[in-house]
């Protein structure tokens, strides 16, 4: 018995029974999630076909379907939708199975070819998953700047005692300061009894991490790393609009000696960030993991307020800044900084994102023109991404892709493996940026949830011609957060 998972494509296969007199049966079965579906088995025998079509009943699925074939060579040719799971099976009276061969041969020429981009990841500071997570250099509030989040967070503890001596750590927070800011600074002392002290003296050991001064911890990095990414989204999300504006991710406040970065209060997923993992740490993970880096850019919109497209100009320019920052030369004035924080080299930025999911609002045709025209002017090159769905209908306005994201339960998430089927072949492809199965159908991790999620999977491939990227949301979760 052969079983075969059918993704649009044509399979051939051939039975040859042993040559004796007697009746051979060729089995089919069809299995099916979908209500009814309409598959055809061609049969060839000698000069002779058999054509049958399978008949599209609930009742069907689950039974075998019988086609009797007579000694001789056999081919059959199913071609059944996608979804449908194809079993083949053959039967000879009065001679053993095993005396049977069959040959499967899988024609691909018809299929679409996968870009090399197809697959990515995406990060967004949401459910500590930076904060408390991937961004190692957190020490339980490692700037000593105060409660390290309005609402607490759980940290690995950098420090571990090894030894029979009795030793403490303490670390106290001076609530307020007249004296200006300084360098930081970790005095430590460590006494001990003469007679009991451990001999060689007292060390401090640091196991390590991949990408050693990149701050990442290294075994959820390698989580990421082992999923083989082609691009990197970052930072976000609704993190990069904010709940209000004034909260909102801007770049310029995250680069730069980590001890000198303000923070902000993440508004939106409502805790602190120190903005350790900043701008530049997106494009080093990006770097660390071989990953086209993706920058998704605040447009002057955030859940609340908006800027007018007339008063626009400062967000354009920020994002000029950015893009110059991570590709301009070490003699420029933001290619100079990144260079002074030891990275001469400029990053591979092909890609851009102009805001998030926020293609209804008011202003955001307004202002996306004006980004696009003004990146377009100074970076031809750059790929723009618009919020707006062009799955549909074509897009009012120019872009060289467009940003889809859906976030469902495991029932729909399988109806949406059609989704791509009948949208534009020509003008901005598909970015699938975020999706997943969520709330109560998936939990810590489902089984029924993932199976959907690949179904949608499947969908997106089948249909590669339209969709240029994908990527799965959220990546990280600290389940103390939830």
């Not at 001064?213 to 075994?219: I, S, T």
């Not at 110059?324 to 900084?337: D, H, I, N, T, V």
């Not at 089984?447 to 990546?475: C, R």
């Amino acid at each position: 018995m052969v079983e075969l998972s059918l993704i649009s494509i044509n399979v051939k296969f051939s039975l040859k029974p042993p040559s004796v007199n007697g009746l051979a049966s060729f089995y089919i079965r069809v299995v099916s999630q979908q209500p009814s579906v309409n598959g055809r088995a061609e049969v060839d025998i000698g000069k002779y076909q058999v054509s049958s079509f399978l008949p599209s009943s609930a009742n069907f699925y689950g039974s075998w379907y019988s086609i009797p074939v007579y000694p001789g060579s056999l081919t059959a040719v199913a071609i059944i939708h996608p979804g449908v799971f194809l079993v083949i099976s053959t039967c000879h009276y009065g001679v053993n199975a095993n005396e049977i061969t069959s040959k499967l041969v899988i024609d691909a020429g018809s299929g679409r070819l996968i870009p090399d981009t197809f697959f990515g990841a995406f990060f967004e500071e949401i459910n500590h998953a930076g904060a408390g997570g991937l961004w190692e250099e957190l020490m339980n509030n490692r700037g000593f700047e105060a409660e390290g989040s309005i609402n607490g967070t759980s940290n690995i503890y950098p420090w571990t005692i090894i030894g029979e001596n009795q030793s403490s750590i303490i670390v106290s927070t001076e609530r307020s300061s007249c004296f200006e800011r300084n360098k930081i600074a970790l005095p430590m002392d460590v006494l001990c009894h003469r007679k009991s002290c451990p001999r060689g003296g007292v060390g401090i050991s640091n196991p390590g991490f991949w990408g050693m001064g990149h701050g990442f911890r290294n075994d959820l990095f390698q989580m990421v790393a082992d999923l083989k990414p082609k691009t990197f989204r970052f930072p976000g999300g609704c993190y990069v609009e904010g709940d209000y504006l004034k909260y909102a991710f801007r770049w310029k406040d995250t680069v730069g000696a980590w001890e000198e970065r303000p923070g902000h209060y993440n508004d939106i997923w409502k805790y602190w960030t120190d903005d350790g993992f900043g701008y530049f740490e997106g494009f080093q993970l990006s770097d660390d993991l071989g990953a086209y880096p993706i920058w998704v850019f605040n447009n002057g919109i955030s859940h609340h307020d908006e800027i007018n497209t007339s008063a626009i100009s400062p967000f354009v320019q920020e994002a000029l800044d950015g893009i110059e920052f991570a590709r301009g030369s070490p003699e420029s004035k933001w290619g100079s900084l990144r260079a002074s924080m030891g990275h001469p080299k400029s990053f591979d930025l092909r890609y851009v994102g102009v805001g998030n999911e926020d293609c209804g609002k008011h202003n955001y045709q307004g202002n996306y023109l004006e980004f696009y025209k003004a990146i377009k002017d100074r970076y031809p090159d750059i790929q723009i991404i618009s919020n707006c769905d062009g799955s549909q209908y074509p897009l009012n306005h120019p872009a060289d892709l467009y940003d889809f994201h859906i976030y469902t339960n495991s029932k729909d998430m399988f109806s949406q493996y059609t989704k791509f089927d009948k949208a534009p072949r020509s003008g901005p492809k598909a970015y699938v940026s975020e999706y997943a199965v969520w709330k109560e159908d998936a939990g810590n991790g489902s089984l029924y949830a993932a199976v959907a999620e690949a179904a949608f999977l499947i969908g997106l491939e089948k249909n590669s011609d339209v969709v240029s990227m994908v990527a799965y949301a959220p990546l990280f979760v600290n389940t103390n957060d939830k």
